[in-house]
């Protein structure tokens, strides 16, 4: 069984900066990829940025150049580093990883940009 944490999310003012973490536990033997969704109220979830395990990254256009996404493979763990926060990021952030030719979900964590 695999198993994702969560964490680093809360609020923060508008332009302030926050880092989400996600690590992976239990009995993996391959990570294909690891990503970062989020879900707005009232919205679809869609895809934030994502990393393989070669290292290409993708990112949402409306997130490029604020947002990173970084890997510590050793410690199967996915980052966020959320930059420039804006209102519009506002929403209950998820970590989806690709391991063991299956797909896991994160529990979600809230993120908060107030004005």
């Known amino acids: 069984q695999v198993q994702l944490v969560e964490s680093g999310g809360g609020s923060v003012q508008r332009g302030g900066s926050l880092r989400l973490s996600c690590a992976v536990s239990g009995n993996i033997f391959s990570i294909n990829y690891m990503s970062w969704y989020r879900q707005a109220p009232g919205k679809q979830r869609e895809l934030v940025a994502s990393?393989?395990?070669?290292?290409?990254?993708t990112y949402a256009n409306s997130v490029k150049d604020r947002f990173t996404i970084s890997r510590d493979s050793p410690k199967n763990t996915v980052y966020l580093q959320m930059n420039d926060l804006k209102s519009e990021d506002t929403a209950v952030y998820y970590c989806?990883?690709?391991?063991?030719?299956?797909?896991?979900w994160g529990q979600g964590t809230q993120v908060t940009v107030s004005s």
């Open positions: 989806k990883v690709g391991a063991n030719y299956r797909e896991y």
């Open positions: 990393t393989t395990s070669i290292g290409s990254t």
